[in-house]
């Protein structure tokens, strides 16, 4: 690096950081600029190397590019299962090295748990590492759980089931493709749909900001918010019944200007626009939880632990009823109502989008749209009427329960499902309380299974396949046992400064990249466009 000492002092200072224009670079390269450095070990040959892994590959939280990444990733997915014209055939992905990892290390924390309970001493903490462990093996995208179902699942009463709303019903008809039509000369047409469906008003708002904050109902907001996934579950579920098929969806949630969660919804085949309404308006979800409307402890007046008995009134020493037990009292009480029943609104939209359209195009842009983006981020406040009201809106969310392990049960006498020490109301830390979520802690994306024949790692290696046929190379796609992947110690010597490594994987962009200019002209030599490229290397 040519770095001369010998400049004068301001006009050093006027020359921008190395390791930003690195930075700026790599953005405009759509290279990661957080990478994470592994350990790869190669069993075979006993080598390791040291290998830059793009953080959006990752749990941790993701840099711009790679968002970029996922969102071209997921319009891929949305387009290739949309107008899909044979059945997607559905076998359980072989599982990879995370995944082997997480279930090997559970096997190894239940043994030492229960040689633990045979020496009778105290297995809490193992209890909690494993039951953080099976979150962690959902997470890692592998379904069910290791030990099979532990604990009964609680039956509930015939009377407290969700009923099914009055509509009609189709037999049901074993795939998952939409009808087409085809015209009298012979050309067939795949017609789908697109729906936007919204939560129902709370009172009257302009501009995204409640005329009337003092009666606009952010109780039912929130919860609203808290619940909205089970009232998309429910959908679908009403969705399949009245149309006879086993209907797939790649669906978003976005947030609306008033910041209530709100989704659009690519749905595969087609029904009648009346009916798609119709569903929409008699689809509900009860909540069936206990009483959350009276306050019974709050400021200084709180629950106390108690190491043997759980959760005590601190004036009386009473126990407060477990989270178990307050559900049996609900169960037994013939007079219960819901904690609350959450409805769509009436504002909805049902387009008609065929295949290969513009407009299918332009529907599944708008699905990506915020998704580089959480929630209230990407409606970050821009004046105070607006940060007013997104401050409501989290204040009614601090105390109101998110899940059945919410510290804020505590609040209404109850005793959170695995309740611990040190839980207090207000401070529950699950994802719908903080200010960015709105209350909607679910995924951004909801995919059925039989959507594309791919999950999301499939169309990643799609891509990948592709780029190298292109340029020749064979797609050695290694064997997943060849190799170990260790974590890299912060500050270890072998791993480069950040800006030498952006500026390598920069290198290596360019690299492909005129490889790839080159072959778009070859192509477009032979009458193909350099779209139809793109849109097959996305
Ligand atoms: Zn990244
Ligand atoms: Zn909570």
Aim: charged content about 25%; glycine content about 6%; aromatic content about 6%.
């Amino acid at each position: 690096m040519i770095y001369d000492r010998a400049l004068p002092r301001a006009e050093r200072l006027r020359m921008p950081w190395a390791r930003d224009v690195a930075l700026e670079v790599a953005k405009q390269y759509g290279v990661c600029i957080r990478p994470v450095a592994l350990k790869r070990i190669d069993l075979q040959t006993g080598q390791s190397e040291i290998i830059d892994v793009p953080c959006g590959a990752t749990m941790a939280a993701v840099c711009p590019p790679c968002a970029q990444r996922n969102r071209q990733l997921r319009m891929a997915q949305c387009r290739e299962g949309w107008h899909l014209d044979h059945e997607p055939a559905i076998t359980p992905d072989e599982p990879n090295d995370e995944q082997r990892w997480l279930i090997e290390f559970r096997a190894d924390m239940q043994a030492r748990r229960d040689a633990a309970e045979q020496a009778e001493e105290d297995t809490t903490d193992l209890d909690a590492v494993l039951s953080g462990l099976d979150g962690e093996i959902n997470a890692a995208g592998m379904r069910g759980n290791v030990l099979g179902r532990t604990t009964a699942k609680r039956t509930r009463s015939t009377r407290r089931r969700q009923d099914t709303p009055d509509l009609p019903r189709r037999k049901m008809a074993d795939t998952t493709l939409g009808r087409t039509f085809t015209s009298s000369g012979g050309k067939v047409y795949r017609p789908s749909l697109f729906v936007t469906l919204t939560l129902p008003s709370y009172g009257k708002v302009r501009d995204g900001v409640p005329v009337d904050p003092e009666t606009y109902d952010y109780a039912r907001a929130a919860r609203d918010a808290l619940h909205f996934s089970k009232l998309v579950d429910r959908f679908v579920q009403n969705l399949r019944r009245v149309a006879g098929y086993d209907v797939q969806y790649f669906a978003a949630v976005e947030p609306q200007k008033r910041l209530a969660p709100h989704l659009h919804m690519a749905i595969r085949g087609t029904l009648p626009r009346t009916e798609i309404k119709q569903i929409a308006a008699a689809t509900y979800h009860q909540v069936w939880w206990p009483p959350a409307d009276q306050v019974v402890f709050d400021g200084e007046h709180l629950p106390v632990w108690d190491e043997q008995a759980g959760y005590v009134n601190p004036a009386t020493g009473e126990v407060l009823p477990t989270w178990d037990e307050a559900l049996d009292q609900l169960d037994a009480d013939e007079t219960a109502e819901p904690l609350h029943v959450i409805r769509f609104g009436t504002q909805m939209d049902v387009q008609g989008v065929l295949a290969g359209t513009p407009d299918a195009d332009q529907c599944i842009r708008y699905l990506s749209k915020y998704l580089t983006k959480s929630l209230g981020e990407s409606l970050s406040a821009d004046n105070q009427s607006r940060r007013d009201h997104a401050a409501r809106l989290a204040e009614a969310l601090r105390f109101e329960p998110c899940s059945p392990t919410c510290a804020n049960w505590l609040r209404y006498g109850i005793q959170p499902k695995g309740a611990k020490a040190g839980m207090a109301p207000g401070r529950c830390r699950g994802k719908a309380h903080k200010p960015e979520a709105l209350g909607y802690a679910g995924r951004r994306v909801l995919v059925s299974r039989k959507w594309s024949n791919k999950t999301l790692a499939e169309h990643k290696q799609d891509r990948r396949t592709w780029v190298l046929e292109a340029l020749g190379q064979p797609d050695q796609s290694p064997d997943p046992h060849r190799y170990v992947w260790k974590p890299v110690p912060a500050g270890d010597a072998n791993v480069a400064p950040l800006a030498v490594r952006l500026l390598r994987t920069v290198a290596e962009r360019q690299r492909w990249r005129a490889h790839m200019a080159q072959l778009e002209a070859q192509a477009a030599g032979q009458g193909l466009s350099a779209t139809e490229q793109t849109a097959r290397a996305a």
